[in-house]
């Protein structure tokens, strides 16, 4: 049966058409294959979420090796719901880039785009679905190889230092990961995360333990640049071609969010991460400072892919701030926001691509008085601005009410305050677009021919329509995320 | 044998890890800097490895011969870390080629600075 074979399939489809775009060349064919890989994904992932939800948890052998010799991939309530948004942005992407890509990489280049594109993909999609810390680590360095090769096919010369800077830093917070496993094997002896999460308790806190805990968690941290270790991302995300850009911010730094869910809920437990250790303090005062920092810094960019960046890097706080309250609704928030941020930075910044394409560049400069020539596109940005503000009505409210639920459940009243307060700021930087694009006077040097092409702005608009639709109806996203969240603190099957 | 002779191969590894790492941290120069990255991987070989290895042990072959077993699974697993180690020195190295062609040089600072100056420029 294939549909058993499901879970295997999802992340050998778009891994086996990487080399086989390769061995095809053809920039039409390539682009062809990647959307078939992506929508098998995303088709994919939507069968599994739907089993899961009605069936519970399912493990696979791979190679008909049981778990924990061999390597499981295993499908819970909470890698269906990463899964879900992953293949989702990977199947929106994948046919925008066509235009995106013919526009800004050279001709010879295309078919490379979407061999990486397809790599990146199945990498993402390996480290959410598989159930084996060492594995998960192979994975991690295939997205991350594809993503130093997506940042570096940047028009701009500085794509390449922001890719090697990457490429360094990420190493160093993969090999970190890896030395924490290590640890973890040689204190338990096993690989597998159920089995290790099974065996840890007797040798709870040892030295070793406690080593691999703080391994893990800066390595992981550096993945998704939770500050001060954000250093890499307002440059990747600034330099690398949009439809990339659109990928990464979408996806790959909520993957890394995701293992660190799981590590800390699952392989170490609640009991030793957020009762024995401080680890919610130093996650709620670094997030503190990401949002606020970032945020402002944000406010002050000349240039918008940039303000988009340093706002993701604000965003990505509010997701460790609800990991960080470690209460039933901190974590629902803490997942639903992971879901909402990867809809609403991937509309924002498809929506950037478009421009890019238009107006060749995304300086503010060349942004005044856009609503003119590009209607369509700025509504697009404002709607999903709003939906980053937090604006009820958009998605990005329901997390933050999650959030400040969260907050005042744990007893701390002023870290909602916060999350409102610093909300404002975000107003501050969403403004800066509108002021440019509807109530400044065209520059001199504005000539913009018009609207993105078509199949780039409907792409763009089903994901602003996305992050409208799950303002209203939150049926999938809090009630995936609650299970979620059920799931991580012991409550739930 | 004293205890911190005993985990002599302990040491080595803390040696590597922390010399690579210091090494990227205070190398200005591209190259360097993948040097001493991957002398911190090679570092989480021996740390996987070493402890695997049981003195007089064999590879796991099933006969009446052999009663001491070394562990084979920390072999398995570095040889794929080795080469996501190589792919990531490789790609590292055709990145810093390319730097080499755009800017000139492959001394961060000097880097640093032609960008400043073609900011300036603008």
Redo the contacts between chains.
């Keep these: 049966m294939t549909l058993e074979h499901l879970p295997a399939l999802q992340v050998m489809v778009p891994l086996a058409a990487a080399p086989l775009i390769v061995l095809l060349r053809h920039a039409g064919f390539a682009w062809a294959l990647a959307v078939a890989a992506s929508l098998f994904a995303f088709g994919a992932s939507l069968a599994l979420a739907l089993e899961v939800s009605r069936a519970g948890a399912i493990s696979y052998a791979m190679g008909n090796w049981p778990p924990p010799w061999g390597i499981e991939y295993r499908v819970d309530a909470l890698s269906a719901f990463v899964l879900v948004l992953v293949s989702a942005v990977g199947a929106l992407v994948a046919p925008y880039a066509r235009r995106s890509v013919a526009a800004e990489l050279p001709r010879e280049q295309h078919y490379l785009y979407y061999a990486v594109h397809c790599l990146c993909l199945a990498g993402l999609l390996g480290m959410t679905i598989t159930g084996d810390a060492?594995n998960l680590?192979?994975f991690m360095?295939i997205a991350s190889?594809s993503m130093?090769?997506l940042i570096?096919l940047g028009r701009d010369?500085?794509a390449?230092?922001a890719?090697?800077q990457y490429?360094?830093l990420g190493?160093?917070g993969a090999?970190f990961y890896?030395?924490g496993v290590?640890l973890l094997?040689?204190a338990t002896g096993t690989?597998n995360i159920a089995d290790l999460a099974a065996r840890l308790p007797e040798a709870q806190a040892t030295r070793a333990v406690l080593a691999a805990l703080a391994f893990i968690t800066v390595g992981v941290s550096l993945k998704l640049a939770l500050f001060p270790l954000h250093l890499w991302l307002p440059n990747a995300y600034a330099y690398a071609p949009s439809a990339a850009t659109a990928f990464l911010a979408a996806t790959a730094t909520k993957v890394s969010v995701y293992v660190l869910l799981r590590f800390y809920f699952t392989v170490f437990g609640a009991p030793l991460v957020v009762d024995a250790l401080p680890v919610p303090q130093i996650l709620t005062g670094l997030s503190i400072i990401a949002i606020v920092s970032a945020s402002l810094v944000a406010v002050w960019q000349a240039d918008l892919k940039r303000l988009l960046a340093y706002s993701s890097v604000a965003q990505i706080g509010y997701i460790t701030l609800g990991i960080g309250m470690a209460t039933r609704d901190g974590l629902t928030a803490a997942v639903v926001h992971l879901f909402n941020h990867g809809i609403t930075k991937g509309a924002l910044f498809l929506l950037v691509g478009g421009i890019a394409l238009r107006a060749g560049s995304v300086d503010f400069g060349r942004l005044r008085g856009l609503a003119r020539t590009m209607p369509l596109t700025c509504l697009g940005v404002t709607l999903a601005g709003l939906s980053l503000i937090g604006v009820p009505g958009t998605a990005g409210f329901i997390s933050k009410w999650y959030l400040v639920l969260g907050a005042i459940e744990a007893g701390q009243a002023w870290l909602a305050a916060l999350v409102v307060l610093t909300s404002l700021i975000a107003v501050a930087y969403v403004w800066r677009f509108v002021e440019a694009a509807y109530l400044s006077e065209p520059g001199s040097g504005t000539a913009v021919a018009g609207e993105a092409p078509l199949a780039m702005l409907a792409v763009s608009w089903v994901m602003v329509a996305a992050c409208v639709w799950f303002g209203f109806d939150t049926s999938f996203t809090v009630q995936g995320a609650r299970r979620a969240a059920e799931l991580m603190l012991g409550a739930a099957p | 044998m004293p205890a911190f002779a005993s985990h002599y191969t302990y040491w080595i590894t803390v040696l590597l890890m922390a010399a690579g790492l210091y090494i990227v941290v205070a190398r200005g120069n591209l190259v360097k800097k993948l040097i001493g990255l991957s002398i911190f991987q090679t570092s989480v070989y021996l740390l996987y490895i070493a402890p695997g290895k049981l003195i007089g042990g064999t590879a796991p072959i099933l006969s009446e011969a052999f009663k001491v077993y070394s562990n084979p699974l920390p072999h398995v697993l570095i040889l794929t870390a080795i080469v996501v180690g190589i792919a990531t020195l490789a790609l590292g190295l055709a990145i810093v080629v390319r730097i080499r062609e755009a800017y000139g040089s492959i001394e961060e600072d000097e880097i640093v600075a032609a960008d400043r100056d073609a900011g300036d420029r603008e």
């Design positions: 060492f680590f192979v360095e190889l130093y090769v570096a010369r500085r390449l230092l890719s090697y490429l360094i190493t160093i090999t890896v030395i290590g094997y040689l690989l």
